[in-house]
Nanobody, 124 residues
Framework: QVQLVESGGGLVQAGGSLRLSCAASGRTFSWYILAWFRQTPGKERDFVASISGSGGIRNYVDSVKGRFTISRDNAKNTVYLQMNSLKPEDTAVYYC?????????????????WGQGTQVTVSS
């Protein structure tokens, strides 16, 4: 298990940008698939993006393709989510998650480690 701490959320106007960061503990960061999920009140947590341990495989939900970019720096034990052209419907609490393994997954049940979440609010 790794411990995850998100940062970088905030309030931004529609069309603006934010970069979320998620710092992880542990020495085996590259063994983990990392992902971002988001949740709005009263709704289930939804997959946003994931990246394989080496960074070679990235997946996105269709609604963020071309706007969001997930990346990782294994030397810094950190995963990022660069969010551009933000829309009010991107407003949510964003969670970082880790799944030990290779390849890629967007299945929430595969992720055993979760951060505390960071609020992103996009005003119209």
């Amino acid at each position: 298990q790794v411990q995850l701490v998100e940062s970088g959320g905030g309030l931004v106007q529609a069309g603006g940008s934010l970069r979320l960061s998620c710092a992880a503990s542990g020495r085996t960061f590259s063994w983990y698939i990392l992902a971002w999920f988001r949740q709005t009140p009263g709704k289930e947590r939804d997959f946003v993006a994931s990246i394989s341990g080496s960074g070679g495989i990235r997946n996105y939900v269709d609604s963020v393709k071309g706007r969001f970019t997930i990346s990782r720096d294994n030397a810094k034990n950190t995963v990022y989510l660069q969010m551009n052209s933000l829309k009010p419907e991107d407003t949510a609490v964003y969670y970082c998650a880790a799944s030990k393994g290779v390849g890629s997954t967007r299945n929430e049940a595969d992720f055993r480690s979760w951060g505390q979440g960071t609020q992103v609010t996009v005003s119209s």
